[in-house]
């Protein structure tokens, strides 16, 4: 399909497929900020509500080029509004809960307990609007015996038995590269969210939704916590597929490939392909026990070759592969131009850079990296005053360190 064709029903006159709804987002770090990004990059209008001091992503690295700006920040807080708050002040309680009743949604991601400890947890702010979603992301979940634990992604990581299974066979346990856990979450967060408005539209009725970091991990484990259960093994396999054969990484005369075989009638193929036809009989439960050999074969087929030959050859049989790049690598290929992915964006500071743009595409409400991440309460003074109140009340608030 053309892109151009893809989007000819575009509208121009909404942010995306979430305009009109309103969030505030209590957050910190990674995981209820992204929830947040997918809300903000669908179209809503987020209000992050941050400490007047800031939160950590601000300073910790890595920083843009020539920039005092972080390149964590700025990915998942783009665009979004933000004000300050302090909610451990009764003064800035009051506040949030005032901006809470303007609110269709609200997203923290504190340890459990902590909010309704400053009194503005769920019980808090369904007084003053009883129809609010109000989502919380947290390690553990708001209950169980861990709950009261502080939770980070690698943490999760090792607790759900994931890093058990990360790595080389004779290696230790290895953690995601990426915040895989706080990745999930974020992504759970906002799906849930939207499936309780969609109930909240149907009912009238709002709802408390919990997710964990652990527990999306499990969920999106492949059926391992179930085999965990069982007792049944689960092999660390680095590169390789359980259920293929061969796949591996191979080298070749220029760089890296990344290729495997799933279905039989690709693995005859390929056997043509190769010029080893002696072995096109094998099907997928003899290739998964010959896999060493067979990944000998295809290895030394591709030590001779580049890897655009190899790719370009596989690909026209039919088979999945691709080279194995860096970001850098990835960042130039025209996949990543032509679906919009790296999108030139002026931040706060006046330096331009590429953010990574939405995942999703919608071909009637497109959405786009609109804005980039507001500086440290830029917009106080317009959201306080729609919530009625004056430039004095203002100023007193922040005399007082309330905002």
């Known amino acids: 399909m053309d892109k151009k064709d893809f989007f000819s029903h575009a509208r121009n006159d909404m942010r995306g497929p979430l305009d ?35 939160e950590v992503t601000r300073v910790l690295p890595p920083f843009l080029p020539d920039s005092e700006l972080t390149l964590l920040h700025e990915t998942v807080n783009r665009n979004k509004h933000n004000v300050t708050i302090e909610l451990r002040k009764p003064e800035g309680r009051d506040l949030f809960l005032k901006l809470c009743e303007t609110a269709d949604i609200v997203l923290e991601n504190f340890k459990p307990g902590t909010l309704s400890d400053w009194g503005v947890g769920y019980s808090d702010v369904v007084k003053v609007k009883p129809d609010i979603i109000y989502a919380s992301v947290s390690g553990y979940g708001q209950f169980g015996p861990n709950s009261e634990r502080a939770c980070y992604d690698p943490i999760a990581q090792a607790f759900t038995g994931w890093l058990s299974v990360n790595g080389e066979p004779d290696g230790g346990p290895i ?20 499936a309780a408005l969609h109930h909240r539209t149907a009912t009238g009725e709002g709802q408390h939704i919990d997710v964990a970091l652990v527990d999306g991990i499990w969920f999106s484990s492949n059926g391992n916590l179930t085999a965990g259960a069982l007792d049944m093994p689960i092999p660390r396999l680095a590169n390789q597929f359980a259920i293929a054969a061969p796949v591996n990484v191979y080298e070749c005369s220029d760089g890296q490939i990344y290729g495997g075989v799933l279905l039989d009638a690709h693995w005859v193929s390929l056997c043509e392909l190769i ?18 050999e067979l990944n000998k074969i295809v290895e030394d087929w591709c030590a001779t070759r580049t890897t655009d030959e190899a790719v370009d050859s596989m690909v026209a049989i039919g088979l999945t592969v691709a080279r194995v790049n860096s970001f850098s690598d990835a960042a130039q290929h025209s996949n990543a131009k032509e679906r919009d992915m790296l999108q030139m964006t002026e931040l706060s500071d006046g330096s331009t850079i590429p953010l990574t743009g939405p995942a999703a595409k919608f071909s009637r409400t497109p959405t786009r990296v609109n804005n980039p991440a507001p500086t440290l309460g830029q917009n106080n003074s317009d959201v306080f005053k729609a919530l009625g ?5 203002i100023a007193e608030l922040k005399k007082i360190g309330a905002i």
């Open 20 to 54: 009109g709804l309103r969030v505030v987002e209590a957050t910190t770090t990674w995981a209820g900020p992204m929830a947040g990004c997918l809300l903000a990059d669908f179209g809503a209008t987020v209000i992050k509500v941050e400490h007047p001091e800031g």
């Open 175 to 194: 953690k995601a590269p990426t915040f895989l856990g706080d990745d999930l979450a974020g992504m759970n967060a906002a799906m849930s969210i939207l």
């Open 275 to 292: 010029g080893c036809n002696e072995v096109s009989h094998c099907l997928a439960p003899e290739r998964i026990q010959r896999r060493d």
């Open 389 to 393: 109140l004056t430039e004095t009340q």
